[in-house]
């Protein structure tokens, strides 16, 4: 078995430096669709050759990097990482595929996109926090570009914003690392930066204050990545201003660095903080308070992108519920939650470039009955809003099935202030739908157009997929629970729950 | 002559030239103490490499007068441009860096 | 066999549904024939199991799904009558859409969605297990929606169908809650190997649940019904959920005849039956199923009395017939035990008949004399002569009109009056007779308003000078063939009972039945009903058709009981505006942006981080002099002392 990993990691990598390179669109364009889909192809392989019945890395790999600090490039998969790099390979195609049209500086665009793909694949690939800091940093800059130049009026401020707040939140976690790493050190006088070791010495820590404070530091740098309740304010402006594409994968894939953060590092580590109880509470009010949070805050939108923002606040929210649960099936309808939630959103911030594009506005009471010229557009934006509003048959509710019944089991007060938010959200999803979509035409907006055939293809690759996983949770929810149910093993030895 | 004696006029050389830096307002005479204290670095490189028998210091202080060179050749060039611009190389007017 | 081919129930309308929303417009009718085959191949295998099962099997098919959940066919003698009315009556209304939809541009959208629609109630019936149930029970709300804004240009339709998904929805987050609920509970008998799963049954089928009611702890079972409960008021527009149903109206009247009748509506009360055996271990929960359901049924008649849309009429009627459905099996099924369901069932189907058969004629006329108003019609009984006939013979059901003690009368007489005397026996057995009560003054309402609807559309002068004529034969013949269901599907009632009686046995699950010998009802009893339903046909004939009294002082804004009927008890007002736009959206929502803004980005994260960042920047670079002695000044300072230090540090000679 060659080196998969890497190849899929290496490939799109030469991509974006192509694409920089290039002089056409054209060129850019089609080296980003196909190194992409090369990478695509990759992820397919590997999982079909996945084994959801064992909860151990597969198909590792280690390369010696530096030595002297026991920093290695180790990749390998598990029933965390997988769906989520099958996920980044399906997003970041059908993106570019979506973004077909980009005439601004198209091959620097086509390059960043292609660098975010690179840097989420290593994200949740990498074994060595080393490396995983790193490409958890590589992932901002080409995001913080694609903001910053494609970007809307207020740009400047948006990816400025959007850099400081998930950059302060790196550096707090990468504190944490280095403590996890000088403990490491005192307990066998080696370097090293392996994840699973740094992690298994950390029930070593004497000071129970001390390890609160890693904790709480990683769970820091974690929540502003999701973004949780209320360190989110940086999410629906970067939203707002971003182009479409970035959008699309700042919310489909770089909120999940946030919640598979969750499920690899604290998880683990939580039964043996020094007082596990507390923190679970605190991550479940977080994630109640995102849920309710952000649904609310979605009814009081005016632009429609800041409400789909703020719904995948909300929808984040149900990741860090079930997560603090601590029920095996809660904790992978969680990682579920995630997945789901990458290819929903999609379409959702889709639907909104396309009617910005054509309607010069996402201002929902400027539009208008926009369902009349735009059928194709009316048809899969609909489909999406009602996956996100968790309607059977699609992803998202099988996924906040799982949460909500099972977290009853540990969490049953929070599961039920959760169940409010669920009218709420079905409100501002329809709510928005009848006004922008439906209802008489507004005059004012001219003539509008359709979505071009690419977009129109693009979402609606994105809605089988979602109908897809939606009728047919298994093959991705077999391997998440495998390791959901490994995790949590230590949970209940440790008597954190009963 | 010993070492020490070495170090000792490399030190006095040192210090003169950080004296200069210090108390001199014009941007020549502030080179050329800067040369001053490069020269007694040199000074120190060399001794140390004739005592200790190894060459490797005398490669340093070679590249360093080098260094040395091309250093005071950029630093008269932005001088001269100053003066072009500003009518005086007095350091105390030149502080548009501050704040 | 025909069980062999059960999914397909549900298949061949989803895969019409699919063939029509892409292909319809390239076929006649705008591929009307894919779905109207589709749904009559249901009614075929639908019949045939029904042919092959009894009179006592089930036919059970499961597959495993997710997280220990499973797909599955339950098709017990409940399921395969409603299987067979649904699908009947959906093919009607579709064959006559043919017709009524024929001018409209969008018919493959239509027929595509209506398919979808009759699929997924269809699904609805026939799950084995409450989270299939509830999947293609909100499938069942999602069409709705989409049916009910099919014509999403009007603003008032779009309103309608996001009120009555957001309406139902309240009801389903209730029902998820007690799916919740259920699955713990459940879950923590077997963990504590109190119970244990038979092979090859799953955690959430219903027999999985029948089988464990008993070691359920009584409180929790009783929140669980309740909850299920309010899935049912949401889907079948009990009070106070019951909002939705009138303003669905804005849809086609095909639409709104398959949600009144075969499908959805309908689905509320189904879930109180399929789950019975819950209710019946819960008796707290079915007398809150008993006020509500007959609580609603006087509640919206009267409403109906007042409505002056053809349509809006119909639809109080069908909450208060709903109602009617509920109050069977909350007093019935405190009485008589398992034998609610069927009284219940009856009239749900008998009532599908009539009141599809009413909607399909409304239909008729309102294609005929383009209005829904019923003051602008009239006269129309020489135009429309099958169709005022048929709507009569619906009326007339509806009322219950039948003679008593010889059994003859309309498919509502029996059913009906069936559901009266039921609430009678539990009020002399409980000395509770406030159901009872309710239903009786509902039933002459009911007679008042449908009667009133017929006289004012039918008899009289016209009051339009609009050219009205009959409809075309494939609109008339549905209206036919329900007509002769709603006069004689009464006569299969002791059938009907009996078939039903067993249902939950043939599941190994036994009702107790309340001990007592039943007791022929006293005689006014029996003819209460139907004295107050022609009572009701004689005060309509008088005003409506004699013009025997003056209503103008009656129906005025001056009367404070009309303007709270015609506003509909200021529901509207509270519901959508009050609670919807006011509270949640101009309270919560927007104090929580300015929370987002002003509190959290503003003084958090502007005044407080960053301004004290700032300051702080402020304060350092005053350091910055520019003046490079200054920094060469303190560079030396800096080295010396860290001379310093090191030597203190280590020493040294």
Redesign the interface.
């Known amino acids: 078995m060659a080196a998969l990993i890497s190849l899929m990691i290496a490939i799109p990598l030469i991509g974006a430096f192509i694409a920089f390179l290039t002089r056409t669109r054209e060129q850019a364009r089609s080296i980003a669709l196909l190194t992409s889909g090369i990478s695509l192809v990759i992820s397919l392989i590997l999982f079909s050759r996945f084994d959801s019945s064992i909860s151990t890395i597969q198909f590792g790999e280690s390369y010696p990097w530096i030595a002297s600090l026991g920093v290695s490039l180790k990749f390998g998969l598990d029933g965390i990482g997988m769906p989520l790099v099958l996920l980044s390979n399906l997003v970041i195609p059908l993106t570019v595929l979506f973004a077909w049209g980009e005439t601004k500086e198209a091959n620097k665009f086509y390059g960043l996109i292609l660098l975010e793909l690179v840097g989420v694949l290593g994200v949740f690939t990498s074994l060595d926090f080393f490396v995983f800091y790193i490409f958890w940093e590589i992932v901002l800059i080409p995001m913080y570009f694609l903001i910053s130049i494609w970007g809307g009026p207020r740009k400047d401020y948006s990816a400025i914003k959007f850099f400081i707040y998930t950059h302060v939140a790196s550096l707090v976690m990468l504190l944490a690392i280095f403590s996890l790493y000088w403990n490491t050190y005192q307990i066998t006088n080696t370097f090293n930066f392996d994840m699973f070791t740094l992690l298994k010495n950390y029930s070593l820590i004497e000071s129970s204050i001390f390890k609160d404070a890693i904790f709480l530091a990683l769970l820091f740098g974690f929540l502003v990545k999701m973004p949780a309740v209320?360190f989110h304010?940086w999410l629906p402006d970067a939203h707002v201003e971003a182009p479409t594409a970035g959008s699309v994968i700042l919310a489909a894939l770089l909120l999940k660095m946030g919640g598979y953060g969750l499920f690899r590092v604290i998880l683990p580590i939580l039964p043996y903080s020094g007082s596990p109880g507390k923190l679970i509470s605190l991550m479940a009010i977080i994630g109640v308070l995102s849920i309710l949070?952000g649904t609310?805050?979605a009814?009081?939108?005016r632009d429609l992108k800041k409400m789909v923002a703020y719904s995948s606040i909300s929808h984040m929210g149900y990741v860090t519920l079930g997560a603090a649960a601590l029920v095996p099936?809660s904790v992978?309808g969680a990682m579920y939650q995630q997945f789901s939630h990458g290819l929903i959103t999609a379409v959702l911030f889709m639907s909104c470039g396309v009617i910005q594009h054509s309607a010069g506005t996402r201002i929902i009471h400027d539009l208008g009955?926009i369902?009349?010229h735009m059928p194709k557009l009316a048809f899969l934006m609909l489909a999406g809003f009602?996956a996100s509003l968790g309607?059977?048959?699609m992803s998202g509710?099988?996924a906040e099935?799982?949460i909500?019944?099972n977290s009853?089991?540990t969490l049953p007060t929070f599961?039920?202030l959760a169940?409010?938010g669920?009218?709420?959200t079905?409100?501002y999803h329809?709510?928005a739908?009848?006004r922008a979509?439906?209802?008489?035409?507004n005059e004012k907006l001219g003539h509008i157009h359709d979505g071009a055939d690419y977009e129109v293809l693009s979402m609606a690759i994105f809605i089988l997929l979602i109908i897809f996983f939606g009728l047919n949770?298994?093959p991705v929810?077999n391997m998440m629970?495998t390791n959901a149910e490994q995790l949590l093993k230590f949970v209940v030895l440790r008597g954190v729950i009963t | 002559m010993s070492l020490y004696t070495y170090l000792l006029i490399s030190a006095i050389i040192f210090v003169i030239g950080a004296y200069g830096i210090i108390t001199q307002r014009s941007g020549i005479k502030i080179l050329m103490c800067i040369e001053l204290m490069l020269n007694s670095a040199n000074l120190n490189l060399v001794a140390f490499s004739s005592f200790n028998g190894n060459a490797t210091g005398q490669v340093f202080a070679i590249f360093s007068i080098a260094i040395a060179a091309a250093e005071a050749a950029i630093g008269f060039a932005i001088l001269v441009a100053l003066f072009r611009v500003r009518d005086t190389i007095n350091l105390d007017n030149i502080n548009i860096l501050r704040w | 066999m025909f069980s062999d081919f059960a999914a397909l129930i549900v298949l061949l309308p989803v895969i019409a549904f699919v063939l029509t929303l892409f292909l319809g417009k390239k076929l006649p009718h705008g591929g009307a024939y894919l779905p109207i085959a589709a749904i009559a191949g249901s009614f075929i295998i639908s019949l045939g199991i029904f042919l092959q099962i009894y009179p006592e099997g089930i036919v059970q098919q499961s597959i495993p799904w997710f997280a220990g959940m499973n797909l599955g066919i339950l098709i017990d003698p409940l399921a395969v009558v409603m299987l067979m009315m649904v699908s009947f009556v959906s093919m009607l209304i579709h064959i006559y859409a043919v017709g009524y939809m024929s001018h409209d541009p969008a018919r493959p959208r239509y027929f595509a969605e209506t398919s979808l629609f009759t699929a997924a109630m269809l699904s609805v019936v026939l799950s084995d297990n409450i989270l299939q149930f509830f999947i293609s029970w909100e499938l069942v709300g999602l069409c709705s929606f989409l049916l009910i804004g099919f014509w999403y240009h009007k603003p008032s339709a779009a309103a309608a169908a996001k009120k009555a998904f957001l309406v139902t929805r309240v009801g389903d987050v209730l029902f998820l809650a007690g799916i919740v609920l259920l699955y713990v509970n459940m879950s923590d008998i077997i963990t504590s190997r109190a119970f244990s799963l038979a092979p090859g049954n799953f955690i959430l089928q219903f027999k999985s649940m029948f089988d464990a009611i008993p070691l359920i702890d009584k409180t929790q079972l009783t929140y669980i019904t309740l909850l299920f409960f309010g899935g049912a008021v949401g889907k079948s527009g009990q009070f106070p959920l019951h909002g939705w149903l009138p303003d669905a109206m804005e849809g086609p009247t095909t639409v709104s005849a398959l949600i009144h009748a075969a499908t959805m509506v309908t689905a509320g009360v189904y879930l109180v039956a399929r789950t019975f055996p819950m209710f019946v271990a819960a008796p707290d929960s079915l007398l809150v199923v008993a006020y509500v359901g007959g609580f609603t049924a006087l509640f919206a008649a009267t409403m109906g009395l007042v409505m002056n849309d053809i349509k809006r009429v119909l639809a109080y009627s069908t909450v208060s017939q709903l109602g009617y459905m509920m109050l069977a099996l909350g007093t019935a099924g405190a009485v008589v035990g398992a034998k609610a369901v069927g009284i219940s069932m009856f009239h749900l189907i008998s009532h599908a008949f009539f009141k599809a058969l009413l909607f399909l004629c409304a239909g008729s006329v309102i294609h005929a004399v383009g209005t829904n108003d019923i003051r602008e019609m009239g006269g129309l009984f020489g135009k429309m002569k099958i169709t005022a006939t048929t709507m009569m013979i619906a009326a007339l059901a509806l009322a219950g009109i039948g003679i008593p003690f010889i059994n003859i009368g309309t498919a509502g007489f029996f059913s009906k009056d069936a559901i009266i005397e039921g609430a009678f026996e539990y009020g002399e057995k409980t000395g509770d007779l406030i159901p009872y009560g309710f239903a009786v003054i509902a039933a002459l309402l009911t007679s008042i308003y449908i009667f009133r609807l017929w006289f004012m559309a039918f008899t009289g002068t016209p009051r339009s000078e609009r050219h009205s004529h009959e409809s075309p034969g494939v609109m008339t013949g549905p209206l036919m063939i329900l007509a002769v269901f709603a006069l004689f599907f009464g006569f299969s009632q002791t059938g009907f009972y009996h078939y039903l009686e067993t249902n939950f046995e043939l599941m190994g699950v036994s009702i107790a039945a309340h001990e007592g010998e039943a007791v022929p009802p006293p005689i006014i009893v029996v003819l209460l009903p139907v004295i107050v339903g022609v009572l009701g046909f004689l005060i309509s004939y008088a005003i409506y058709h004699k013009r025997m009294l003056d209503m103008s002082k009656l129906i005025s804004s001056q009367n404070p009981l009309y303007k709270l009927l015609l506003n509909r008890y200021y529901e509207p007002k509270i519901g959508a505006d009050l609670i919807g736009v006011k509270l949640t959206h101009n309270v919560v929502a927007q104090s929580g942006e300015f929370v987002d803004r002003k509190i959290i980005d503003g003084l958090v994260i502007d005044n407080i981080i960053s301004n004290t960042l700032f300051q702080l920047g402020e304060v350092v670079r005053k350091l910055q002099t520019g003046v490079v002695q200054n920094y060469a000044s303190v560079t030396l300072l800096g080295i010396g002392l860290l001379l310093v230090l090191l030597r203190i540090k280590f020493g040294g000679t």
């Open positions: 209320p304010t949070y609310f805050l009814l009081a939108q099936l992978s009955g369902a009349k009602l309607l059977p048959g509710f099988i099935f799982l909500l019944v009853y089991f599961v039920i169940l409010f669920i009218v709420f079905a409100g329809l709510w739908m009848q979509v439906f209802g008489t035409y949770p298994n929810l629970t």
